[in-house]
């Protein structure tokens, strides 16, 4: 009895871990599920009732044709996200070591200015810029919905960024510099490999949250659809059982991208570890 | 060490003295200012300058239109008419968001602990597995939350089965389904913050711990929490801010009766278009959160934070 209780006590931890994780996969699991589901109408009632999943490969193998608009606004998300990410990313890249490398005048006001993105919801970005581009009678379109993806994924590369520059052994650089190395070349060759996985989630970051935004693309977005855009507007109606599989296909993907990265990462620092 | 650099290469004809990269003592003065300069533009005019327009906005006579312009009329009335009018939902707001960011507390931080102190080799595995769902889109999910709340779904079918539902009563539409998709959608935002500052507890403490006869329950209150507060401040900021703000799950996994503040302010903006009043609102959330973070900031009394 007392080693069943010692038992427990190691574990139970774990063991809530494992049930609060089950509870974030979930809907991920359902939305799999569904996408192997052959609904009764064309629409995805999103109701599983007693009559069970209907398999079928065929919101798969038809996977643009569940609604006109579904594929080229997935275009468009991707567009966006591609563009909003690589600007964010210079720009943010470029303060976190403005902010990690310098003591300058107003650095302070520069932190402040960074966090507060992050502490605003959304809804109040959202508005505000709308008020910006009403008053200033800029047309919403596809360039204003990039300059407001821009604007609230700078603050997630500075974070990102700025984590991994401060974790450095500034001695590697030293060395660098003590072997010769000018500055260029240091940057080159020293830093700017050593923070690139700070960079790249940085982009993988601001490319997932533009990708999925919705409250603030709606307010700036005029005549464009992103994919959140159509999913919100297909709800009223009834969503395309396709778009099930587009979220299964963006979720593989973008797991197998992470996982790679990771094992990479934990075989070169094991490899690190051992030499 | 820069000392050791120095007198080895002492007398050398190529010498140069040790550089100070790092503390950028040989760089020029402006180099910050330019780095900062193209991001820093971006930020002022498309984020500072918009919420100054937007507070401008709140004191323009609702009498004008988009079409025929707004006129400053000073008109601090548009605040009392939209708080007045909407006092039930700003309220809602501030308890669903609480009882969401609570919620995300008491169940992220055994996950948090598990991956920090007890994964091991599954850390990775465990951390992707967190950070899994914003792969897949937050609308989406919500809708698949729907599914599984949903009248006919297999949680009412099971939760029917015992004394405590009748054939009548339901999940989905009511205040607990939108806390339960505010509290799944911000979780990851919960243990991200907790995991960073649990992973840097050193183990040693706690087996100190231990070694004084510290009962486990003890050593948590008296060693883990204390050392773990930056991540628990961070991580309550990060649900409570965007749950607060949130009508996505309102509007998808609630009823006319459970509307928060952003489905108001979403609705007016943009269906019914009383931009002074929407500005007060929007304004007056901001506002609200601002004071309620730096309220618990100071209490909590991290300044990690910034």
Known sequence: ?????????????????????????????????????????????????????????????????????????????????????????????????????????????????????MATPEIVMGSSLLTLFLGTGVDPGLPTIVIAHVMFCVSFVVVTVKAR?????????????DLYAG????????????????????????????????????????????????????????????????????????????????????????????? | MTAVITTTSEGGPTYKPAAEPVAGAKRRWWVPYLQLFPGGLWLVIFFAIPIAMLAQSTLWDPAGSLENGYELTWRWQNFTDGISTYSDQFVRSLAYSLIATVACLVIGYPLAYAIALKAGRWRNL?????????????????????TILSDQGWVMDALRLTPFFGPDDRLLATPFAVIAGL??????????????????LDPRLLEAAGDLYAHPIKSFFRVTLPLSMPGVVAGTLMTFIPAAGDYINAELLGSPSTT??????????????DIPVAAALSFTLMAGILVLVGLYVAISGTDEVV
Request: with cysteine.
């Open chain 1, 183 to 275: 500055p260029w070349a240091t940057f080159r060759r020293v830093t700017l490999p050593l923070v690139m996985p700070g960079i790249v989630s940085a982009a993988l970051l601001s490319f997932s949250l533009s990708f999925d935004d919705y409250i603030i693309t709606t307010f700036n977005s005029g005549p464009v659809r992103t994919f959140p855009l159509f999913v919100w507007g297909a709800n009223q109606r009834g969503i395309p059982p396709q778009v099930n599989a587009i979220a299964t296909a963006m979720f593989a993907v973008a797991f197998v991208i992470v996982a790679v990265g990771q094992l990479r990462n934990a075989r070169r620092s094991r490899r690190a570890a051992t030499s």
């Open chain 1, 1 to 117: 009895m007392r080693r069943f209780r010692r038992w427990v006590a190691d574990r139970w931890v774990m063991g809530v871990g494992l049930v609060v994780l089950a509870y974030l996969a979930l809907p991920i699991a359902v939305i799999a599920l569904l996408s192997f589901n052959q609904p009764s109408s064309n629409k995805t009632t999103y109701l599983l009732d007693d009559s069970g999943v209907h398999w079928t490969l065929n919101n798969w193998a038809n996977i643009c044709s569940g609604a006109d608009d579904m594929c080229g606004s997935l275009g468009v998300s991707l567009r966006i996200g591609a563009i909003a990410t690589v600007i964010a990313t210079i720009l943010g890249t470029l303060i976190a070591f403005a902010l990690v490398r310098h003591r300058f005048l107003g650095r302070s006001a520069v932190n402040v200015l960074i966090f507060l993105p």
């Open chain 2, 126 to 146: 465990m951390l992707i597995a967190v950070i899994a769902p914003f792969f897949t889109s937050f609308l989406v999910r919500t809708l698949a939350w729907k």
């Open chain 2, 260 to 273: 928060m503040i952003g489905n108001v302010i979403q609705s007016q903006y943009l269906r019914v278009g």
């Open chain 1, 165 to 177: 520059l401060a974790g450095l052994d500034p001695r590697l650089q030293e060395a660098a510099m």
């Open chain 2, 183 to 200: 509290t799944y959608n911000f979780l990851p935002f919960m243990v991200l913050p907790l995991y960073a500052s649990l992973g840097k």
